[in-house]
């Protein structure tokens, strides 16, 4: 630029300086209002859509799908899809280290490079296209970065695939080969130049977003992997509760009270101390719970329950029992009021229904044994379908109506017995102690009544409506 | 009284000399597309002032990082909200900044004699870039922890480097304490520092170039 044209830029910006206006208050006025309106939309997205939840950071758990925060998609997704081209994808630095570099050098030397000195866009199409096409990749790219990358049987990319590649790679890098070639020849092409390259940038975001839209409805869904987090400490405790119901119970006992372990395949008559009491609450530290939980005590028969060591919890996870454990049974700390749930119980005269009062007993007191991979005689009591189907006794564990029903014997602590023989063919239920009157009263009622399934079932054979 | 307490003030600071060099400024017509770098400004003051109280509770140790951040979203009045904000306004900020980018290039307001504003302009992307990923780390849990676990992943794969710059970046083989204490301070101390130093070369020669003006069909 020589100092002629700089010349006329300076004084056709005086030009603009005079029919223009003042920074105080013409333009921060504008400022102000817009700023003021993205704290507005700040607050509201904090208040309504909030912050969502995860579970605590878990170095052992390697089957988590990594995903970056969003503004990194594209970068991924481009990763992602150049891994997949032959040969060249698996030299890894020219994607991940050589485009992007060159990318930022351009962005960062744009000013030296465009060596163009008009400003208008109708003169500017070479640099504005280029830009065009890049933008909508970056969002082609961001939108299908969720859609997995995925080869058939012989190991060859499916039809999805190949599309994504398309829309995410080849599309745009033939649209920037072309518009630059067209700038190259814009002496032959003549004065179609600029229309010849709005039209290639138009024809080929078009087509990348159309492949994308295609993509879209034919690739599988991705699958979304839901983890419960639990927030407040109410939640952290009924989340503990349960999870506690599922995993421990089976030795420890819904209170933690147990001290001789029953009917727990290979720990049949271990001796074990009470968990519940406070030699153990007031010695054992938060920490040390939850590693014993983790690792287990495997001298002592209890295995480990973390995911690192070949269980099935995660941090969070073993934190929310602790949680549970803690403020039950240490009398230093105070159960939240909010965090008492007691289960649902009938009014008298009602029938119970399975939905609403049956499912919560049996998740707290049974189903830690009577869930798959359990010693449990083959009785599953995880779903509805479930409880009333299975089990080596299938057909006289509920019968509808009879109160002789082998469920309602061995929770009311009669062991049912070979007439033959006298062995002990089911023994009391919960082995090592029974469930509280009420809840024995609701599982008797609900057999009773016909094991009505949801709630309108049950009012449906209520006695008094 | 006031009037006079002015000019006390104005005679050993030079406000009327202030006002006349930033605010009392002739400017092109302005646009609503303008207004998007001080929207940029804005956002950056938000994050650090929410920033600043949400370090209060916060703990940089693995150990704690995710408990202090449940408390703050609990049991700090109002903790949820300035969390909430932070955690929006770093979306909305790498938006914010992109879009004012593409604005000026539109504009073509790079060229002579603001060159260097956009050099600045691009710094300023890669920093605030930086910020999120450095602050996606520190709520400690499993996407922050794998995200930055590939992350850094990625970083390995410059020739001969490599290695070392991924390690330099974990403070070791793997992810682990120093990672987080790493990524803090450059989250609340490297980056804010050289993102405030280059904001304001960046506004300084706003000032002294003035804005761009909307290039009509001589330009």
Redesign the interface.
């Known amino acids: 630029m020589n100092e002629e044209q700089k010349k006329q830029i300076h004084e056709k910006y005086q030009r603009a300086l005079q029919k223009g206006e003042r920074f105080w208050p013409d333009s921060i006025y504008k400022d102000l209002v817009v700023s003021f309106g993205i704290f507005i939309l700040l607050i509201l997205l904090a208040t309504f859509v909030g912050v969502p939840g995860e579970p605590k950071a878990d170095p052992s758990d390697s089957s988590y799908v990594p995903k970056p925060e969003w503004y990194f998609l594209f970068l991924f997704k481009f990763l992602a899809l150049y891994g997949q081209l032959p040969v060249i994808g698996k030299v890894e630095w020219i994607a991940a280290v050589l485009i992007p570099a060159l990318v930022l050098i351009g962005l960062f030397l744009l000013p030296i490079l465009d060596r163009n000195p008009r400003r208008h866009y109708s003169r500017r199409t070479l640099a504005l296209t280029i830009m065009a096409v890049f933008v909508v990749s970056m969002v082609v790219l961001t939108i299908l970065a969720n859609i997995p990358l995925t080869a058939d049987e012989n190991g060859r990319m499916t039809l999805p695939t190949r599309l994504q590649l398309w829309a995410g790679l080849f599309l745009p890098a033939a649209v920037y080969i072309l518009l630059v070639l067209y700038a190259l020849l814009a002496k032959r092409i003549g004065p179609l130049t600029g229309r010849l390259q709005v039209w290639t940038a138009a024809a080929g975001s078009a087509g990348m977003l159309a492949l994308m839209a295609v993509v879209l409805a034919i690739a599988p869904a991705p699958e979304v992997a839901e983890s419960r987090v639990a927030g407040t400490l109410a939640e952290q405790i009924a989340a503990g509760q349960e999870l506690y119901a599922l995993h421990c119970v089976e030795c420890h006992g819904d209170d933690g009270t147990v001290t001789l372990i029953q009917g727990v395949e290979g720990l049949e008559g271990t001796v074990v101390s009470p968990i519940n009491s406070q030699d153990v609450m007031y010695t054992f530290t938060d920490e040390t719970l939850a590693n014993i939980i983790n690792y287990g005590q495997q001298s002592l028969g209890m295995p480990p329950f973390g995911k690192a060591y070949g269980g099935e919890l995660g941090p969070s996870e073993i934190g929310y029992i602790v949680t549970f454990m803690r403020y039950s049974w240490d009398d230093r700390m105070e159960m939240p009021a909010e965090a008492v749930v007691s289960l649902p119980l009938p009014a008298p005269g009602e029938a119970p229904s399975y939905d609403v009062h049956v499912q919560p007993i049996l998740q707290r007191y049974c189903v830690s044994c009577h869930r798959a991979g359990k010693e449990n005689g083959g009785l599953l009591m995880t779903s509805y379908e479930e409880t009333l189907t299975t089990g080596d006794y299938a057909g006289r564990t509920i019968v509808a109506g009879d109160p002789n029903s082998y469920l309602i014997l061995v929770i009311n602590g009669t062991p049912i017995t070979d007439p033959a023989t006298g062995e002990v063919l089911i023994r009391q239920m919960p082995p090592t102690r029974l469930m509280p009157p009420e809840y024995i009263d609701v599982l008797t009622r609900w057999i009773l009544a016909g094991m009505p399934r949801t709630a309108e079932d049950a009012q449906a054979v209520s006695p008094t409506p | 009284m006031w009037k006079k307490f002015y000019a006390w003030l104005d005679e050993r600071l030079g406000l009327n000399d202030l006002y006349k060099a ?9 646009n ?1 597309w ?3 770098g ?2 940029s400004l ?2 950056f003051l ?1 994050q650090g002032v929410t920033g600043i109280f949400l370090t209060v509770y916060y703990t940089p140790s ?1 150990d704690h990082a ?1 408990d202090s951040i ?1 408390y703050i ?2 049991e700090v009045a109002f903790g ?2 300035i ?3 932070h ?6 900020m ?3 900044v ?1 879009i004012h980018m ?1 604005r000026v ?4 307001s ?6 260097l504003t ?2 600045i302009g ?2 300023l992307l ?1 920093l605030t ?1 930086g910020m ?2 450095t602050g ?1 780390l520190l ?9 930055t ?3 850094t992943e ?1 970083a390995g ?3 001969f480097i ?1 290695g070392f710059i991924t390690r330099a970046l974990r403070g070791g083989e ?2 682990s304490a120093l990672t987080l204490s790493r990524f803090f301070s450059a989250h609340i101390w490297m980056l804010p520092a050289l993102l405030a130093g280059l904001i304001g070369v960046h506004i300084y020669l706003i000032v002294k170039h ?2 761009s ?1 909307f ?5």
């Open positions: 930033t605010l009392d400024r002739p400017e092109p017509k302005g609503w303008n207004t998007l001080s929207a804005f956002l938000l693995p995710y449940q979203m609990n949820w909200l969390r909430g904000i955690h929006w306004g770093a979306t909305l790498v938006l914010v992109f593409l290039f539109v504009t073509a790079y060229k002579y004699p603001r060159e956009w050099i691009v710094g890669l870039l999120g990923f996606y709520p400690w849990n499993q996407r922050a922890y794998w995200a676990t590939v992350g990625i794969a410059v020739p490599g793997d992810l003035g804005e003006a290039p009509d069909r001589e330009d």
